[in-house]
């Protein structure tokens, strides 16, 4: 029997927490692989997000303009090679005459960054919140039908079953590119050891622009699925999202792009779940301060095991 | 001799920005040889293999690779010109498999793979059972095996092994000593740097003692195992 209990925690809790974790996931593994093979924490990287949902309604809005009604989805693509080339631009110009500095000044040029692309995006679509996409999403009828008929209602919204599956899609992707291609072991090799790889005769520079292609493009995936998710764009969002991905890369343990995955998950899952009514009538955690447990679950990790669960590199 | 040398260094001054570590060092690495580098600790040892490989400053002095010149090179160019390197610490990937390690060892090599990893893991045959372990998760000793085997896998002109035996139990350390003859008989040169000094002249051709960042005594390991000097300041009872 479907209880209410279960009813209202997959529903209303264990869904959305599982689409929060994919989207901190997609952003983590851009972080991880840029901390662990340029070993700095580029606060940029939620712009990239904001910057790819911004362009995909811009590309969704033209299309419409020639009478094309394109899902966003498909307005990705093009912003995603978009968020691609912005990576690659910003560390060709602003990155890599930092690369034999101390470690501050590009962690401090990826903050002016940070500022310079979301003044650029508010000076361009100007500094108000946009509907995304209009409407209320409803749950997806047939797996309403289907789940209740054999007692267990699933509501599911279609975009929620858009994340989770693009979200496996790009995960078995990005797998297979990991484990199984000669660019992808060579990503793990630099982020576990850059200057063994140096040595190795890896070319390092070459390994550096793949790492900004896949993480500029889980960024623009992530931010995309993020406003699907909230239905609205605005500059901040990426902001707003870099504290849980960075907790989501440190739990993972750092330059651990699958540990990046099971952080965002793990995040993603506590931080909705921590707003469960677990103790009596109200939530546990007021769902204000949900970005709170992604902080406490930093801090937690940095004191007791810094190098995550997956072992990555400390510093 | 000249037509045998396999890498020269010739009056090497070097360090680490100012600080200057070697003062006017020259080695010899001739053909099918192994030679030893030894000397107390801070002698600048393993920095003569980083100056080889182009991570440190070099502020004058020449490196020779078969003649040709190779100072001011990108490390990672060196590497694919035929110095393999092993280094002290850290010399394995230890989140990627065995395999894995020697893929990236073989970075640049697009043919003949296959036949390049059959030939290593019969020159190290512990590592074929171990093949789809992860690096991180094996002892010691394989993990120098490992590390010996991906520095070989770019048919290097020369192999440079800082301190093969450093932290090992004394069982694995004559099995990495067998390995380095080994490979040496194989027809590669190898020019190592080593703490167990007894142990490593036995095995070497040739040896340099370093002291100071400067040569002090040079000679085969024969000579220098039996120079009373070298024994009573360098070798002690230790071995």
């Known amino acids: ?315 | 001799m000249n037509s045998d040398k396999i890498l020269s260094i010739s009056n090497l001054i070097a360090g680490y920005g100012e600080t200057e570590i070697l003062h006017n060092v020259s080695i010899e690495v001739h053909k099918n040889e192994i030679v030893s580098i030894i000397g107390p600790n801070g002698a600048g040892k393993s920095t003569i293999l980083k100056a080889i490989l182009g991570t440190l400053d070099i502020k004058s002095g020449e490196i020779f690779l078969l003649e040709k010149k190779i100072t001011g090179i990108k490390p990672s160019d060196i590497v694919r010109k035929g110095v393999g390197y092993v280094p002290q610490t850290d010399n394995v990937f230890v989140s990627l498999s065995v395999h894995e390690n020697l893929e990236m060892g073989a970075w640049t090599i697009e043919t003949n793979l296959k036949e390049k990893f059959e030939e290593l893991y019969n020159l190290f045959p512990d590592l074929k059972d171990k093949r789809n372990q992860l690096a991180g998760q094996l002892s010691g000793g394989q993990r120098q095996m490992v590390a010996m085997a991906k520095a070989l896998i770019l048919n290097a002109e020369v192999l440079l092994l800082d301190e093969p035996t450093a932290g090992l139990s004394p069982k694995y350390r004559g099995e990495i000593f067998a390995t380095i003859q080994r490979i040496n008989k194989s027809g590669l040169p190898v020019l190592m740097v080593e703490q167990n000094a007894k142990q490593a002249l036995q095995i070497s051709h040739r040896g340099y003692v370093l002291v100071d960042g400067s040569n002090r005594y040079t000679g085969t390991g024969q000579d220098l195992s039996s120079d009373p000097d070298v024994a009573r300041m360098f070798l002690g009872s230790r071995g």
């Open chain 1, 1 to 315: 029997m479907w209880e209410s209990f279960w009813f209202e925690f997959i529903n209303f809790y264990f869904i959305p927490g599982l689409v929060l974790g994919c989207i901190y996931a997609l952003g983590a593994i851009g972080i991880t692989l840029t901390f662990g093979i340029l070993r700095f924490a580029n606060f940029a990287h939620g712009e990239i997000m904001m910057t790819s949902s911004y362009l995909t309604w811009e590309f969704v809005l033209v299309a419409s303009s020639f009478g094309l009604i394109l899902h966003p989805i498909i307005g990705a693509i093009p912003a995603s090679i978009c968020a691609i080339i912005l990576a690659l631009i910003v560390d060709r110009l602003f990155y890599k005459p930092f690369r034999n500095s101390p470690t501050i000044m590009i962690v401090i040029a990826s903050f002016g960054m940070m500022l310079i692309i979301r003044s650029m995006v508010q000076v361009i679509w100007g500094p108000n919140q946009i509907t995304f996409v209009k409407g209320i999403a409803k749950p997806n009828s047939i797996i309403k039908d289907f789940t209740s008929s054999i007692d267990i209602m699933l509501l599911i919204p279609n975009k929620h079953i858009f994340i989770l599956l693009g979200t496996i899609i790009i995960m078995l992707i990005f797998n297979y590119l990991l484990s199984s291609t000669k660019i992808g072991k060579g990503m793990r090799a630099v982020s576990d050891n850059p200057n063994l790889a140096e040595v190795s005769g890896i070319n390092v520079e070459n390994i550096v622009k793949a790492t900004w292609v896949v993480g500029g493009f889980c960024a623009a995936a992530a931010g995309v699925f993020l406003a699907m998710d909230t239905q609205f764009i605005e500059s901040t969002m990426g902001f707003r999202m870099l504290l849980p991905m960075f907790a989501a890369a440190i739990l993972g343990g750092i330059g651990r792009p699958f540990g990046a995955v099971a952080g965002g998950l793990i995040i993603g899952l506590a931080e909705e779940l921590s707003a469960y009514p677990w103790l009596g009538d109200g939530p546990v955690i007021s769902p204000g301060y949900k970005s709170g447990v992604a902080f406490s679950i930093m801090v937690v990790m940095l004191i007791f095991r810094p190098s995550g669960l997956f072992r990555g590199r400390v510093f």
